[in-house]
């Protein structure tokens, strides 16, 4: 196996690590303290995020991760028989997959409204986020097909909605937040695989993904309160993806009374 592979599995452990270990030394108090309990704003919580945006934000003018980068490519490249586009759906599977538990009988954290109003706030942090790096960076992309390469905005979406499966059901059980980040790290494999993003975008689009989900729970109260102030004007929220073959993207349905 390639040492590239062995970094990829060491990566996708490392998450897995930190999220089941902080779970077991949690106190297992009711969902409903839980829930409150993990809207506060914690410090410890912005490690690894902050570590992945940094990383990436290095790499932008750092030569040795640049000479990091292009070994990556060249190792990957190599042995690139045809492009698997099955990151451009797996980047939404741990969001939606909040909502086919909840369908399927297995209660998360919030209702589906509040869940709702969560990941819409989660994708328009990480989205303008997004956004306007790249438009502000400008790097290449591996293959040559444009200047938006930094940050993966694919690996960005995918991480945010590994955040929101890992904060709904991780007091059901901890192996589905676990599953969750194990799709976004193949996610932000797979980019880096069809050659499409280098590895300080994949950790740059990471880091934004998990930080504007935590975001997103920490201001809920905030927004909850003073952007819908009464509870009754909506009666049911779902974001979800689409794709017509050439763009994808993110709508919003609301159901007002």
């Avoid at 969001?95 to 919030?110: E, Q, R």
């Avoid at 192996?175 to 976004?184: C, D, E």
Wanted: with cysteine; net charge positive; glycine share 8%.
């Amino acid at each position: 196996m390639k040492p590239i592979k062995y970094l990829i599995i060491t990566l996708i452990f490392s998450f897995c690590f930190h999220y089941s270990n902080a779970q077991q030394l949690q106190q297992k108090d009711s969902l409903n303290n839980t829930k409150t309990e993990n809207l506060k704003f914690k410090y410890k919580q912005l490690i690894i995020p902050t570590a992945l945006m940094a990383y990436g934000i290095i790499g932008i003018e750092s030569d040795g991760l640049k000479d990091w980068n292009l070994g990556i490519r060249e190792e990957v490249t190599e042995n690139i028989d045809k492009k698997i586009t099955i990151d451009d759906f797996s980047q939404y599977a741990p969001a939606i997959s909040v909502y086919a538990l909840n369908l399927g009988g297995i209660k998360g954290k919030n209702n589906f409204r509040d869940r709702s109003i969560i990941l819409g706030t989660s994708y328009l942090l990480m989205g303008t986020s997004v956004y306007a790096l790249k438009n502000i960076t400008k790097i290449e992309r591996p293959d040559g097909s444009g200047f938006n390469s930094f940050p993966s905005g694919h690996t960005a979406t995918a991480f945010a909605g590994a955040e929101f499966l890992w904060q709904e059901y991780k007091d059901v059980s901890i192996w589905y937040g676990i599953s969750g980040y194990l799709v976004a790290t193949g996610t932000g494999f797979f980019r880096i695989y069809n050659n499409k993003h280098w590895l300080t975008d994949v950790a740059m689009g990471a880091g934004i993904g998990i930080l504007s989900t935590k975001i997103a729970y920490w201001i809920f109260p905030y927004i909850d309160n003073h952007i819908f102030k009464s509870k009754k004007n909506i009666r049911s929220a779902m974001v979800a993806p689409f794709y017509n073959g050439n763009q994808m993207g993110l709508g919003m349905v609301i159901n007002l009374k």
